[in-house]
């Protein structure tokens, strides 16, 4: 399935509670204001959240009490709370989110909006298994630079286009240190990365904002090859709108 199928799919189930005949109960807007715990390893109610937008961080802490990031959730992405309950991972709210909520078992049948619940489900536990393949990549083989510019150049496919106009980039609220956790790397060191991109004139990332200056170039010496996002090798359309001014 190519991902404008799955997004047209993902759009009718979140506007499927209000058809007639539908139980509204089934699906609720909801909003978690910044730094709202949503999910934690306590979480015992079923609940499957469609994110229309903001952004959040799932994350491990672990018996030192560092915290590793395991993963990023953006408009459009899928939250399961028995995912992360059988991760033992806590997912919080970076920005202010808005989402549908859908409570209980999905039993995929009748016309509340479950009927494509279990294979959009599917299709997103598919869709992270190839973003944390990507990331054991980066921590295993990519250096400091080629860490951090590929996970830069994977979220600004998954964040879309920027609501500032001329923008080449998108609007990042993450801090240095949750990308560095999710990296394995410190705070000083992504800074550093941060510089020499900055200086080598490949991007900025300053106010929350992500700039690219050479996107292509960076994409080259990162080795990034978006077809792990878009599910289709021969989609261009990612890289079409990279070379935007």
């Known amino acids: 399935m190519r991902l404008d199928d799955h997004l047209n799919m ?11 005949g539908a139980r509204p109960t089934r699906a609720s807007l909801r909003n978690y204001p910044a730094g709202t715990t949503i999910f934690d390893v306590e979480s015992h109610l079923s609940r499957v959240l469609f994110i229309e937008s903001g952004w959040t ?3 491990k802490t672990m018996s030192n009490g560092t915290r590793i990031v395991t993963d990023f959730f953006l408009h459009g992405d899928v939250l399961s709370a028995a995912s992360t309950s059988m991760s033992h991972e806590t997912v919080h709210a970076v920005s202010d989110v808005t989402c549908y909520e859908f409570q209980g078992q999905m039993s ?3 016309n509340d909006g479950g009927s494509q619940l279990p294979l959009i489900m599917t299709i997103e536990l598919m869709k992270r298994h190839a973003r ?3 990331r054991l990549a980066s921590i295993g083989r990519r250096d400091a630079f080629g860490r951090t ?4 150049l994977e979220l600004a496919i998954r964040a879309g286009n920027a609501s500032r106009p001329g923008l080449n980039g998108f609007e990042c609220p993450l801090k240095q240190s949750e ?8 705070t000083v060191h992504i800074n550093r990365v941060l510089k020499e991109m900055r200086l080598g004139g490949l ?3 300053r106010n929350g904002i992500v700039e690219f200056l050479n996107r292509r170039k960076l994409m ?7 077809s792990y996002l878009t599910g289709s090798s021969q989609d261009n359309t990612s890289l079409q709108e990279m070379e935007q001014p």
Request: aromatic share 4%.
């Open 10 to 20: 993902r759009q009718a189930l979140a506007s499927e509670h209000r058809k007639p």
């Open 57 to 59: 961080i799932s994350s």
């Open 108 to 110: 995929g049948a009748g």
């Open 132 to 134: 944390i393949a990507e």
């Open 149 to 152: 510019g590929h996970l830069l």
């Open 179 to 186: 990308i560095g956790d999710a990296l394995g790397l410190s």
């Open 203 to 205: 991007l900025s990332f």
């Open 220 to 226: 080259e010496l990162v080795d990034f090859d978006p």
